[in-house]
């Protein structure tokens, strides 16, 4: 494990889960009964302030998280440095020595 993500910032993820909604269609949520606790290496993406009223701050950061991670998809959430954030794209898994292995997570602030 790299030092990052081993002295990194501590970081929750929740699980993906499916549940039946009214109308008896499958639907994936975030599983509020526990998360995954993890430290994290974060590297800033991209980012716009929203300088005139009616428009949205746009905050995206790259988590790189330890390669022992289950059950986290696009419809899972993170609360890292006191916010929410949503996952923007899929988890992308990087193989490497046993070192360098990470899963690589975009996520969004939400508003």
Known sequence: MSVQRRRGQKARIWKTTTVTDKRDNEVLVADGDGP?????????????????PGQQQINIVRMLVDPALS?????????FDGRQWDIVSPPAYHHGSRRTR?????IRERP
């Open 36 to 52: 995954h606790e993890v430290r994290a290496a974060f590297i800033p993406q991209r980012s716009s302030k929203a300088e005139v």
């Open 71 to 79: 059950d986290v998809t696009l419809w899972s959430r993170v609360e």
């Open 102 to 106: 990470h899963w690589g997570i975009d």
